[in-house]
């Protein structure tokens, strides 16, 4: 499974989301069939998202979407966001 891990600071946390809400059509479009959304203890306005995709294609058309820096905008994202994507090896539940 392609995951897309997104690393972000926002200037408010629910603004960003209701934009990250919104915004889920496109990453469905895209292939995506999940995601989480986890804040620092440190600083709770860092975020980092872990969508989950179906194949390795559209996590990668996913990033490049024209749509993306829009979103981003509107949600308050501050400065360029650190993108990873990767193909799960092992994932377990405990």
């Given at each position: 499974?392609?995951?897309?891990?997104?690393?972000?600071?926002?200037a408010d946390y629910d603004r960003w989301f209701?934009?990250?809400?919104?915004?889920?059509?496109?990453?469905?479009?895209?292939?995506?069939?999940?995601?989480?959304?986890?804040?620092?203890?440190?600083?709770?306005?860092?975020?980092?998202?872990v969508s989950d995709f179906a194949t390795l294609?559209?996590?990668?058309?996913?990033?490049?979407?024209?749509?993306?820096?829009?979103?981003?905008?509107?949600?308050?994202?501050?400065?360029?966001?650190?993108?990873?994507?990767?193909?799960?090896?092992?994932?377990?539940?405990?």
């Amino acid at each position: 499974m392609a995951k897309v891990i997104v690393q972000h600071r926002v200037a408010d946390y629910d603004r960003w989301f209701s934009v990250f809400t919104e915004h889920e059509q496109v990453r469905r479009r895209h292939g995506a069939t999940g995601h989480s959304v986890n804040r620092a203890v440190a600083d709770p306005n860092t975020i980092v998202i872990v969508s989950d995709f179906a194949t390795l294609a559209g996590a990668q058309a996913f990033t490049q979407d024209p749509s993306l820096p829009a979103a981003m905008a509107r949600g308050g994202v501050d400065g360029a966001p650190q993108v990873w994507i990767v193909d799960e090896a092992d994932a377990a539940a405990y």
